[in-house]
């Protein structure tokens, strides 16, 4: 148990229970990246990114390095979604230029009975190990977000065995038998769910569900393969923490068309891509769930300028009212200048006080 002081800025918290904050909240999916020069150094230090999550004293320090660079209202752990699919024996591997890829993909209803859910203090001791160490760095800096991708999302990597295109592996095994694919999204929802509780007993002030490849599914199937499997994690959750409430934040890539079912599924808030306005979705949900997002990655591309314009259209879509966490619709890319990372930051934190009088 991590028991540490009461957070000093807890603007994020607020947003995420729809209560009245300053200013809005920002925190950036993968904050802690390449794009900045300090973690480049500390990743070739490490010699490999395996190292580099799996060394608690590192992933800490990485961490934190944005914080140190940027008056951000979060602190994200730094860790990689793979983590649960490797502790259940499938050899994960990190290739540069090719990304993750698995020795030993699950292809078969065998290689589906193998599988269990990995102990979280056990075989994944190191992301716990990595949570207690920055919980305890930060001395209530500022909330610390702990994550794990979604079942559907695993998955995907579990059954195809590194990225893909086409998903044929994983769509033909959740066509041809269905069975078998419920049978592998329960386990991997209990692992999540495992892992996702145990973060937070070791520090995790929020939590987000990475839902990548949720996008990829017709409406049917992603009610049933995906949404479902997250609301089952969402139940299984540690609610309440140390006297707080531990919010849970549901992101789906390209998951627009279904915005009503997320909100009820008992999370907090949703995370919104670029490719939907803000102000439409927040008509479609109303006040049951808070919102995140949902600047285009790729404005971070263009002069400060444009990028403070930019920051005041999400702001202004939005509106006035409580319950908006400022990021971008997916994660920062590597080649972004760090100090177009400022101009957002900055921007947000000036330009939306008038939301919030």
């Known amino acids: 148990?991590?028991?540490?002081?009461?957070?000093?800025?807890?603007?994020?918290?607020?947003?995420?229970?729809?209560?009245?904050?300053?200013?809005?909240?920002?925190?950036?999916?993968?904050?802690?990246?390449?794009?900045?020069?300090?973690?480049?150094?500390?990743?070739?230090?490490?010699?490999?990114?395996?190292?580099?999550?799996?060394?608690p004293e590192l992933a800490c320090k990485v961490t934190l390095q944005p914080l140190e660079r940027y008056p951000l209202d979060a602190a994200i752990l730094f860790s990689d979604i793979l983590t649960v699919p490797d502790a259940m024996g499938l050899g994960l591997e990190f290739t540069e230029g090719e990304g993750p890829r698995f020795a030993r993909p699950v292809r078969s209803t065998r290689d589906i009975l193998r599988l269990n859910v990995p102990d979280p203090e056990e075989e994944l001791g190191y992301v716990m190990a990595a949570m207690r160490l920055i919980r305890s760095?930060?001395?209530?800096?500022?909330?610390?977000?702990?994550?794990?991708?979604?079942?559907?999302?695993?998955a995907t990597y579990m059954v195809e065995g590194h990225s893909s295109s086409n998903f044929r592996h994983i769509k033909g095994l959740m066509l041809q038998l269905p069975a078998e694919m419920h049978r592998l999204l329960k386990v991997v929802a209990d692992a999540v769910a495992s892992y996702l509780n145990a973060q937070i007993l070791a520090g995790a002030q929020a939590i987000m569900i990475f839902d990548t490849w949720g996008g990829v599914l017709t409406s049917r199937d992603y009610l049933e393969f995906s949404l479902q499997y997250m609301r089952q994690i969402i139940d299984s959750l540690i609610r309440e923490h140390d006297g707080q409430k531990v919010p849970v934040i549901l992101y789906t890539k390209g998951g627009g068309a279904w915005l009503e079912e997320m909100a009820q599924s008992r999370c907090d808030a949703i995370g919104i891509d670029w490719t939907l306005d803000l102000g439409?979705?927040?008509?479609?949900?109303?006040?049951?769930?808070?919102?995140q997002g949902n600047l285009d990655p790729c404005v971070l591309y263009a002069n400060p300028e444009r990028i403070r314009k930019e920051v005041g259209d999400v702001l202004a879509s939005f509106g006035v009212g409580n319950g908006h966490v400022f990021n971008l619709g997916h994660g920062i890319h590597p080649q972004v200048n760090p100090d177009h990372v400022a101009a957002l930051v900055d921007a947000v934190h000036e330009l939306s006080h008038p939301y919030h009088e």
């Open 137 to 154: 760095e930060l001395s209530g800096r500022v909330p610390l977000i702990g994550f794990a991708g979604s079942p559907w999302t695993l």
């Open 280 to 291: 439409v979705a927040r008509q479609r949900v109303g006040h049951q769930v808070s919102l």
């Open 1 to 55: 148990m991590v028991t540490v002081e009461k957070v000093r800025n807890d603007r994020l918290l607020r947003a995420l229970a729809r209560q009245p904050v300053d200013t809005t909240p920002v925190w950036i999916m993968r904050q802690a990246g390449r794009y900045l020069p300090e973690y480049r150094k500390v990743r070739a230090e490490a010699g490999s990114f395996t190292k580099l999550y799996r060394t």
